[in-house]
């Protein structure tokens, strides 16, 4: 190769690392300076424990997330709730680096890819899954690099990138279920290609057997039930996941089945209000419509890209919008991913119309309108998403163990459980206080607390209007966020000491 090409192609290399660089870096500074300084709450802390001991959580078990998890909480940094804390930061970086390849990919210019990946960057909903351990942001990652391979299989990509294709989809299944709801979009990515993945006609079998050898990372969860590690969630609802029957309701994520599609359907259109008025806030408004012109306005030229991009859209919705949880805002997440790309070629196609009609002299540069946009999100949501200040959960877990008597017994929710469940079985803070979580208690928390008040041991609550019955008396503390619990005759307790 001569030595002028040779230093040309070097160049390219330079400046491609450079952009890369970026993309990935200037994210993750800002991510690692709002990151939470330890344990989160709710399902953040469940899933810190969960890695930390690689045990089983709730349905469907993410076992993907539990082991990367479980190497992240080994770093010599911080507590192990910051350490999982960090996998969020990097997983939205590296998500964010992930889509600037995409965009660039998509739309030919590096800046205005830089642009668009920072506006998604410091998007509120992008943003707020970055800083607590959660399962959002390593999801985001996965959708994000799968999304590339697919792209780069319709450009002409070789059998192994399919089959890489196929095993990583069935890793990233392992951090989240919802990955299959992408499945059409993917499908649809990779079949409209100019090369078709049924030829030749083994490619499509070793895909699939790629694939399922990804998913076989569910196999952690019926070894380490049977290790039965200090977190095992499957023994306190009762189902062994050793046997297909229970290891089939696990994946399935059984346990919350009774919420999908739970929302009325009179309330239907409320939600997909609630979703549009998320879509415009995560955008400032303005990257809401430069996305409809992207879309609109690219369809003709690339019809089967935007069709695929589309069923990603519309798959995630679909399920979403009528499933009924207090968190679901955060898994709308990898609508807004493809809705950057939508708004990157919508302000390429808006800023490359309007050059063509103002004066001379006069012109709007795409990367200069998505760069102020992509300010705008980093100024604005800076003060709403920072936790680097937030110790409230450990707090919480604290203010309970400091208080409690000796070898009592708590009964809490998913707001409270999991903190203490991360301090006794991380830090092995208070080993005599037994923890129960109503939420798992089936109704069953009002007999329960009566046993264990009968045999002696000292009962408590922060949710006393979950263990309402004319056995049990609540008397509030007035120097704590939870009550005693106590039998409503005193002459039922048989008496005898707690162990």
Known sequence: MPVARLTAWDTARRRSAVWM????????????RTLAPTVYGLDSAELTTGAWALGIVHAPGSPTYMLLGHLFAQLPL???????????????ALAVLFLFLVIRRLVGDPAVALAASWLAAFSYYVWVSAVAAELYAPHAAFVTALLLLALRWRDGGSSALLCGLGLLFGVAAGNHLSMTL?????????????????????????????????????????????????????????????????????????????LFFSVPIGSLPAEVGAYAAQLW????????????????????????????????????????????????????????????IWTAIGAQILCAALARRLPDGWSI????????????????????????????????????????????VYFGTWKDVPILEYLQIVERQRPDVRTVNLVFARGGGPRLARQLLRQGW????????????????I???????????RLAAPHASIGGAAP
């Open 78 to 92: 911080g507590d192990v709730g910051y350490r999982l804390n960090l996998l969020s930061a990097c997983s939205a």
């Open 281 to 340: 806030s995560n955008f400032v408004g303005c990257g809401v419509v430069l996305g409809l012109v992207g879309v609109l306005g690219d369809f003709r030229a690339r019809p089967s890209l935007h069709i695929g991009l589309a069923l990603l859209f519309a798959a995630h919705l679909a399920f979403f919008i009528p499933y009924q949880v207090v968190d679901k805002a955060l898994m709308f997440e990898p609508t807004f991913l493809v809705w950057a």
């Open 475 to 485: 008397e509030p503390l007035a120097d704590a966020d939870y009550a005693r619990v």
């Open 458 to 473: 000292p009962v408590y609550t922060s949710a006393p209007e979950l263990l309402i019955d004319d056995s049990l008396f």
């Open 182 to 258: 992408l499945a059409p979009g993917f499908a649809w990515l990779i079949g409209s290609a100019r090369r078709p993945p049924w030829q030749p006609p083994w490619l499509l079998v070793a895909a699939a057997a790629a694939t399922l050898a990804g998913a076989a990372v569910y196999l952690y969860l019926p070894l380490r039930y049977l290790a039965d590690p200090p977190l095992n969630y499957a023994r306190v609802w009762g189902v062994d996941l050793s046997t297909p029957r229970g290891l089939l309701w696990m994946v399935s994520a059984r346990l919350f089945s009774p």
């Open 21 to 32: 660089a970026l993309a990935f870096g200037v994210p993750l500074v800002v991510y690692v």
């Open 365 to 408: 540069s795409a990367p200069a309108l998505l760069f102020f946009l992509a300010l705008g999100c980093l100024v604005v949501n800076y003060p709403r998403v920072d936790l680097r200040d937030d110790w409230s959960a450990r707090q919480v877990g604290e203010q309970v163990f400091d208080t409690l008597e000796p070898y009592a």
